[in-house]
């Protein structure tokens, strides 16, 4: 069941907003306390510090707030978003807890055939028949390791041994506290056309909440190239 709040991503995924102490004002706050300033409402004034900020890469400013993402995404999709450091994370671990049962099926439309060289992939579609062999094959697979893991759990292997059963495309759970900054620096890399197809959808769930908490930093964020300050 899709938690109040989230964003369905993938076939068993999604992205929820937990909390956030997050909103423009911390950027400005943080920006004018170099003069010893501060506000308490945002104006036409703040918006445009916003802007130059942005656009300038004065970037510690927008790492006075909080995202706390709560994420439900393939084995394969939390390895390569565990590789943006600047942020804290916690996931659900196979060694306390039975594994899901949750399997990543792409579409038939999201399967697909790299051309090109390490760095400088293409990707094209292949025919209706390609892709319904690739559903049914990981299906298979699948089904087949997660009856090698339950069966090892109830001859009594330890669940952290049973787990190396469980393919890449299980799901995971995890929380992600981040701040802005290096929230946008996700988005830039992993929204963009040359990320993988699966997190970039993810990352556009993330992005929908940062433009909803602080509206005039995304702005400024898409204005200025979408580049992390």
């Known amino acids: 069941m899709l938690p109040d709040g989230a964003i369905e991503v993938l076939d068993h995924g ?40 942005m656009r300038d890469r004065h970037g510690t400013p927008f ?68 892709a319904e062999t690739t559903r049914d094959e990981l299906t298979a697979v ?16 330890a669940r952290e041994l049973a787990r190396c059963a469980i393919p890449v495309g299980a799901y995971t759970e995890f929380y992600w506290t981040v701040n802005a900054r290096a929230l946008m620096n996700f988005i830039s890399l992993r929204a963009a056309e040359t990320a993988q197809r699966e997190i970039r959808r993810y990352a556009e769930a993330c992005e929908h909440f940062f433009a909803e908490r602080m509206p005039v930093t995304h702005a400024a964020f898409v204005d200025a190239g979408r580049v992390a300050p």
Not at 19 to 42: P, T
Not at 104 to 117: A, F, H, I, S, W
């Open 14 to 53: 999604f992205v929820r907003l937990d909390d956030a102490m997050a909103d423009d004002l911390s950027v400005v706050n943080g920006a004018r306390v170099s003069f010893a300033r501060r506000k308490e409402e945002m104006d036409e004034s703040d918006a445009g510090l916003v802007r130059f900020l």
């Open 142 to 157: 699948y089904e087949t390791a997660y009856a090698t893991y339950e069966r090892l759990v109830e001859l009594g292997v």
């Open 63 to 130: 790492e006075h707030n909080s995202f706390r993402f709560h994420v439900r995404a393939p084995i394969f999709i939390a390895r390569e978003w565990f590789r943006h450091r600047v942020g804290s994370f916690n996931e659900f671990s196979m060694r306390y807890a039975r594994a899901t049962d949750d399997f990543y099926v792409p579409e038939p439309e999201d399967v697909r055939t790299q051309v090109g060289k390490p760095g400088a992939y293409s990707f094209d579609p292949v025919t209706p028949e390609i």
